[in-house]
C-alpha cells in the first residue's frame, strides 16, 4: 500500500512495516509462510498463496487473524486481486493455469493457458490486463498478455527481444503509465506493452538475482527483497514516460 508493506517470512509470520519510519508490526502468526502476498486495501485484508502446500489464504487487516483458507490446487505460486471486484486470480505453476476466486474464495474459472510452468502474474484492472511471465524456451522468459475477463491470450512479449529475459521472474504494472515493471540480471526494465518494447532504466550493482518487489505508485518508489542482505531494497524515485 502507499505507506506500508507487507511480508511474509520463512518462519511463518506476516509483519507490517511503516516505510517512512521502518517500524515492524507482526500482524499474524500463519500456519505456514506465504510465497506470495497481496494487499487488498478496499476490504482490508491481505491474500496470499503457499505453494507447497497448494492454499490460498486471508488474512484481517483490522485483528490480524486467517479469516479464510481455500485448497488450489496446480502448486499456486503468485495472486492478484481486483480492487473493484473482489476477484483473486492465482497463476499454477504445474498445470499452467489461471484460477479466478471469488470474495469467499471459492473457484469461479480455471482456464489452461499454457503447456509452460507458469512463473508469476501482474492484473492492470484499469485495461482489463492480466501479465502471466513464463518460461517460452530454455534461457528465455516471455510475458503472455490475456483478456482479463476471458482470460484468451492477446499477445506474448519477450520472444523477439534482442536480449532475451532469460531472469525476468516477475512483473508489476505501473498504473500511472501502464508500463511494466521487472527486475532482469542485474537491471530494473520497464516494458511498454502497446509498443512492445523493452528499456532498461536502473542498474543494480553486485550479482543478478532473482527479486521479489512491489511498486508505491504514489511516490514513485520500488521495494524489493534483497536476498543476499536479507534487507529491503529501495530504488526511489523511479522515472518513467507516459504512455498516451
Known sequence: TGDKLYISTADARLLEVMVETNAVRPLARLPAPLDAVVPDERRERICGVNTAQNKVVRVSLRDGRLSL??????????????????????????????????????????????DMPLLSLALHAQAGRIYVVLPLAPGRHGIMVL????????????????????GLYEVAVDSRSGLLIGYDRGSWISIDPTLRSLEPFEQRAGKAFTVRFCLDHRGRRIYFVDPERNTIGLVSPFNLPTVN
Open 69 to 114: 483458507s481455500a485448497s488450489v490446487s496446480g502448486r499456486p505460486v503468485s495472486i492478484a486481486v481486483d480492487p473493484q471486484s473482489g476477484l483473486s486470480y492465482i497463476a499454477c505453476a504445474e498445470d499452467g493455469s489461471i484460477v479466478v476466486l471469488d470474495g469467499e474464495l471459492r473457484t469461479i474459472n480455471r482456464v489452461k493457458v499454457s
Open 147 to 166: 483478456d482479463q475477463a476471458t482470460l484468451r491470450q492477446v499477445d506474448l512479449l519477450g520472444g523477439d527481444y534482442e536480449h532475451p529475459l532469460s
